[in-house]
């Protein structure tokens, strides 16, 4: 390391914070290894003026899932426990590889400074195990008007489209279309899109460009560079093992933020429809970059769950009783809005107070 890139990162701060602009930082925490029941205690710290933190921990494989045991602010005060997932103003999944811990995501828990505690739980069946945390700080200004820049990664979509490529898409009357009725839809989370670059996806096209599993989703997100942008990378297909493609998949959620590198550092889109319906792949874009910046679905359709958001309806209205909700029995309670879990073209068009509040402390959303 040389002495000019040693005083740089003394002036960020403290030795070993990364920084990725003036008011994001990344700190590598080490390594932490659990005991023999899985658990281990990752202490992380957010700094004065905190607007956001995350903490992340892995890799640990797309065969092991963890969660949060538990989750401390602070003040000591238990903000998450698995037991009791839904409730307080904490999410956190249980999720292969890497487990994202992001604050806030309710108004209702805003970030502090001080020392937070993730009690992480593996899942797995060679304990005890050793994942690597890390960490993203976001200080500085919160604004109610924010921008985030997007990167477009074409993974073997060039048939879809004839100009659907990095070098056309600029041109590419469909990927254009997309970008902006994404950008219509998230004028509702007061986010406008910032710089939008273009690139080539430079791994194995053959296998990427149609996605089968989380262990090629992951492998995949892994590819996002190390920039405070939100990656969408285009494929052709999504199949997570049932035979039935899916529209979209989010890293997380939340995803990891300003932090590449990872399996949950960004978003796979299906794009294999771009040309006739642009719309809906604009509204999966605005749904699952929802979920990247720490939206979760105002009501799961399972019924198991339900964001941490006041202004948000939960809906109970199971009318034909199958236990899935549909966005008809759900009309008046969530259903127009773009987080809903199965968002429909022209019903699913708004978000709320609290979803922009959110996304606007999120460490990529730029005042
Ligand atoms: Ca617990
Ligand atoms: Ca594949
Ligand atoms: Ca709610
Ligand atoms: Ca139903
Ligand atoms: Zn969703």
């Known amino acids: 390391m040389s002495r000019l890139l040693v005083g740089a990162l003394v002036l960020a701060g403290c030795p070993g914070d990364a920084l990725l602009d003036e008011d994001v930082t990344f700190t590598d925490l080490g390594s932490f290894t659990t005991d023999d029941g899985g658990l281990v205690s990752v202490p992380w710290e957010a ?140 004028s509702g989370l007061g986010v406008t899109l910032g710089d939008v670059r273009y690139d080539d996806f430079s791994g194995d096209v053959a296998t990427y460009s149609s996605v089968d599993g989380y262990e090629e989703f992951g492998e995949l997100l892994r590819t996002a560079d190390d920039e405070p942008e ?62 990247f910046l720490g939206l979760f679905h105002p009501t799961e359709n399972d019924m198991s769950g339900e964001d941490p958001l006041d202004d948000t309806p939960v809906c109970a209205t199971d009318a034909d009783a199958d236990g899935t909700l549909t966005s008809a029995e759900c009309a008046d309670a969530g259903a127009d809005n773009v987080m809903w879990p199965t968002a429909q073209v022209g019903t699913a068009t708004t978000f709320s107070a609290n979803q922009a509040w959110v996304v606007a402390r999120n460490p990529i959303a730029k005042p």
């Open 230 to 291: 939100l990656t969408f990378y285009f494929v052709q297909d999504i199949d997570l093992g049932d035979g039935a493609s899916i529209l979209g998949l989010s890293g997380g959620p939340p995803g990891i933020a300003a932090h590449g590198g990872t399996s949950k550092s960004g978003v796979a889109i299906n794009v294999a429809n771009i040309v006739a319906s642009p719309d809906q792949v604009a509204l999966i874009m605005a749904h699952e970059g929802g979920h």
């Open 47 to 186: 700094p004065e003026g905190v607007v956001s933190s995350e903490v992340f921990c892995g890799p640990y494989g797309f065969d092991v899932l963890a969660t949060a045991d538990a989750v401390t602010d602070p003040a000591g005060t238990a903000v998450f426990d698995d037991d009791a997932p839904y409730d307080g103003g904490l999410r956190v999944g249980a999720l292969d590889d890497m487990l994202p811990v992001l604050v806030p995501v309710s108004p209702s828990l805003p970030a502090s400074a001080g020392v937070w505690t993730l009690s992480l739980f593996l899942d797995a069946s060679a304990l005890p195990a050793t994942v690597t945390c890390g960490m993203v700080n976001r200080v500085g200004d919160v604004a109610a008007d924010n921008s985030v820049d997007i990167a477009v990664i074409f993974v073997g979509v060039d048939g879809i489209s004839a100009g659907m490529n990095a070098t056309s898409g600029a041109g590419d009357a469909s990927v254009q279309a997309a970008l902006a009725a994404l950008g219509d839809l998230w």
